[in-house]
T-cell receptor, first 113, second 111 residues
């Protein structure tokens, strides 16, 4: 099992550009989520999904879109990148919505200039 | 408002010098408290889940404990390979597995 994979590992964008961060898991997990991690702050939830076709907003959803067409994939779209979106982004998955541990991907470091 | 606070922000230990990391939390109904380890440039790696006050879990040199207001991660006789950032997170009632993370404690263990 590859677990949770994320691409790209690094990305530099100019303000106003759009892009999609990819996330895939091969563990047949129902629950997937996106977090951002900024220095001195905890991981903050952006969006999450409890199953294919179902998504919801987390703590900091503005400027980001998600969709979940399959169990395996959960892409995160930046519509119009802003410098405030410079961060490290992590995708995670878990078997369900009960207090299961979450499995994290390796992260994408995004810089917006 | 649900909140998680970790202390200290950074901790430097000599190899073999035991210590504890603290995670204080305020949540409207705790469903679970999680400890993760994060190495530089990598994603968090799961360590423990605690569900109720009084519960303890151990793994090698690490032991996690839980009270109604805080959790401790005890590190006994640490080695340099224990150097990492340790993250605490809580899941509140009705949280759909949404985790609220603390900012972490950066641990450095020197030979």
């Amino acid at each position: 099992n590859a677990g949770v994979t994320q691409t790209p590992k690094f990305q530099v964008l100019k303000t106003g550009q759009s892009m999609t961060l990819q996330c895939a898991q091969d563990m047949n997990h129902e629950y997937m989520s996106w977090y951002r991690q900024d220095p001195g702050m905890g991981l903050r939830l952006i969006h999450y999904s409890v199953g294919a076709g179902i998504t919801d907003q987390g703590e900091v959803p503005n400027g980001y879109n998600v969709s979940r067409s399959t169990t395996e994939d959960f892409p995160l779209r930046l519509l119009s990148a802003a410098p405030s979106q410079t961060s490290v982004y992590f995708c995670a998955s878990s078997p369900g919505t009960a207090p299961h541990e979450q499995y994290f991907g390796p992260g994408t470091r995004l810089t917006v200039t | 408002e649900d909140q998680v606070t970790q202390s200290p922000e950074a901790l430097r230990l000599q190899e073999g010098e035991s210590s504890s990391l603290n995670c204080s939390y305020t949540v409207s109904g705790l469903r679970g408290l999680f400890w993760y380890r994060q190495d530089p440039g990598k994603g968090p790696e799961f360590l423990f889940t605690l569900y109720s006050a009084g519960e303890e879990k151990e793994k090698e040199r690490l032991k996690a404990t839980l009270t109604k207001k805080e959790s401790f991660l005890h590190i006994t006789a640490p080695k340099p390979e224990d150097s990492a950032t340790y993250l605490c997170a809580v899941q509140a009632s009705g949280g759909y597995n949404k985790l609220i993370f603390g900012a972490g404690t950066r641990l450095a263990v020197h030979p």
